[in-house]
Every structure is written in structure tokens, then in C-alpha cells.
């Protein structure tokens, strides 16, 4: 079984930023990529938030060894201080990467990964099962198949799978049938979905940096569109314990956003509701109404939800996981990335040791590692595919000794 197992291809589920440079390690490393895409483009969850600037700059967004592998494309690398939109890494650099000669052959789009398992072992099943192969059921526009592979890396994101606006991590009573006039993430205010916010009054939930966002282009708007309305709801009982002094943060561009934020406060640009434990939104006539236990805010006519993101671990409902309880991130990456320890920014580097399960062969990486804590950043994800990638052969006790030099290996 172990010779067969080495001729396997390694799977990757996702191909963001942290699928597609785990296909350029595989590669350098001597393994057989099998990327799956959801999308009908690479990196497809990137793209429904191209229009946010990020935060950290270009020098954090790019992985090493995928830009050595594009330079011998001629690909030129961008200003390394400057802070690109996502829709900018899409087009300079992920879609690039994507379409390499060297990555694409390997890159199934339109297939979603819908379950993982081991060949002839659900999870109850011990014998045999650390040489038995996983299974991926996918599912393309030709139908289901069954893909064999060695080793799993699930690098599936999580903005596929928002949180809910209810205070009990449950959709609020009425949330569910109020969908049409409520967006999760960071929608488009100021380009393609502005006709859904001009004029109108929204309510914006969170106390991230997805919630500045959407309260600095929302604050854009008004001073555009004449009776649009900011209102901005969190559970908190105070805001200047989640507008933090601009002075304490290392990412220049963050701090920005963060300073824009307290001066359309000062400003008195956004109304603000604090203590927001929301539990039902109703609809009367077309406005929204929503209710916290504190009682209930004025009529809106949209929300947007930006409380952030879990992981779906269904996919991975036959393998055995070891999964903190709190966090949803491997066990013991958890007090590594606990957000009331740490921001993006202050978390160490870590690697196969903490992303490793019971389950051997398979990994689950990016800001799906992170499970519920909201302080991943790519360069980390990046450190964790070198990392994992270059330890496979070890760790699953299947794979070949890395045939690329070991420099080459790690990026
Ligand atoms: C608005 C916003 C701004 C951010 N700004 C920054 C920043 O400035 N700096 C920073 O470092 N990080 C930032 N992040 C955090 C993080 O870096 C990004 O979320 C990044 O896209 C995570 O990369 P990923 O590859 O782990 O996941 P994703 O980019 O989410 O990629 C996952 C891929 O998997 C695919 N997929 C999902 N399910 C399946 C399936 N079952 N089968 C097949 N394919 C599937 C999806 O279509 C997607 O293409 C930001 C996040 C958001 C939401």
C-alpha cells in the first residue's frame, strides 16, 4: 500500500492565496498537486471583496516561492511598501499564479470538494487506516467522482460561511427570511451594489476592521447620496474598547482606517448602538426592525453583517480532528491565535506541529486554520504551507523525501 500511496497526488481544497502556494510547494517539493476550486476562477472568495484595500502590504501578501516561480514568467514584483485592493492580488498576482504553466494543469475549477474520507474507513474505523488513501467526493458541472490522494490540505476559507447577526451564535429569530436586505461581508457600497445603499438606511453589525470598512465607504456614500443613513450596532457596552488608539497598531494602513473611524465619530457621521445583543428582525412594511434585548433600534432599510466567519468542517466530518473547543482551530495552534491574547500581526509563527491532527495526511491551512479567531494574516498562512509542505514526507509517513533542494522547499 505505501508504494502506491507515494504515486497519489497530494489534494489541495481551495485555491486562495494559501491553496494555490500550497500547489507551488507540492510542486517544488516533488509532489503531484490536485487543486480544487469552488469558483469559477481562482481565489473566487477573494474576489467578492477585490474592492477593500488591504492592510498589510504587498511584501506580507506574497508568498516567496510563488513569486520566484513568476518571475521566470517575467513577472515584475510590485512596490513592496504599497497596500494593493484584493482585486489588485487577484489580478497582479493570484490570477497569475493561477494560470502558470507550472500550477494550471493541476487547477480543477467549478469543483466543489464536498466531503473527505479514507479509502474503505469511516471515522470509526482503526485498522489499516494511516495507509489507507483519503477520498475527496467532488462535484463538478459533469456530475460526482471520487478523487484519491495521499494527503489532504484543506485550504478552504471561511467567507463562505459568515457568522449569523443572532447574540447566540444561532440566526436571530426572522434573520433567516430577512436575507434579501441583509449582506454579510464586505459588500460593494461604493461600486457595483451601491443602488442597494444610496439613500437608504443602513445598519452595520461588528466591531472589526470588514465593519470600518463598510462604515467609511457607507459614511462616502451619504456625503454623495442625499437621506443615506449610517448606523452602527455592537455588542460591546463601549466603544473605545474596540477603537483602539491608532497609536497601537504596527499596520500602518489599519491604523488608517482605524483614525477614519474615530473622526466620523467625533464627527457624529455614524450613529452608533452599543450593547447590541440582537435576537429578532422583523419586517414592517419595507423597513427592518431589530431587536435586542435592550429593546429595539430605529427602522432600517438594509444590514450589513460583519461579525465575522467560521469554518465549515462538515467536509471533513469522517476524519479525525482534534479541534480546540472555543476557537474551532487545531488544538494546539488555539493559544497561539486566541484573540483576546492576540491581533493579526502578533501571532507566532507556527507550523506542522500545531496544524497537525490525529488524523495523519491531513491539514487544514489559511484563515480556515484560524477556525473562528479573526487574527489571520497571509504571511502567516504562508509560513504554515512551508511548513507543512516541507514536512510531509515525515510526518505523513507516506509521501517521498522531498526531491527539490531543501532551499527550494522552503520558498
Ligand atoms: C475583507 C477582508 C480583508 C482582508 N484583508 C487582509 C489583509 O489586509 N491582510 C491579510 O493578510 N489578510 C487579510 N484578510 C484575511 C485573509 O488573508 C483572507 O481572507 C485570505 O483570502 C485567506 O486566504 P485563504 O486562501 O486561506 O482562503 P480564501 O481566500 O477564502 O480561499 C479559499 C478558496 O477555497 C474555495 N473553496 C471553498 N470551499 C470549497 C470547496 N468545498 N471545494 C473547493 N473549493 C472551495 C473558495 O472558493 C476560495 O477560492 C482579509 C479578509 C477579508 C475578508
Known sequence: MQNTLDTLPVA??????????????????????????AGAQAAANLARWGHVRMFSPWSYNLDPAATALLRQQGWREPAADAFPTGRELLQHYLLPLAAHPEIAPHLHLETNVRSVSRLHHDVLRTPGRDDAPFVLRVADPDGERDVIAQAVIDASGTYQTPNWLGAHGLPALGECA???AIAYGVPDILGSARAHYAGKSVLVVGAGHSAYNALQDLAALAGEAHGTNVLWGVRCTALSRIVRSPANDALQER???EERIQELLALEQVQTFTGLEIEAIERQDDKLIVRGSAGQLLPVDRIIAATGFRPDLSLLAELRLSLDPTTQSPTRLAPLIDPNLHSCGSVPEHGITELSHPERGVYTLGIKSYGRAPTFLLRTGYQQVRSVVGALGTAAATAPPCSAPVSACQG
Do not use: K, M, Q, W
Open 178 to 180: 430577512a436575507a434579501d
Open 255 to 257: 491604523r488608517r482606517l
Open 12 to 37: 489541495v481544497i481551495g485555491a486562495g492565496p494559501i491553496g494555490l502556494s500550497a500547489a507551488v510547494h507540492l510542486r517544488n517539493c516533488g509532489y503531484r498537486p490536485i487543486l480544487f476550486e
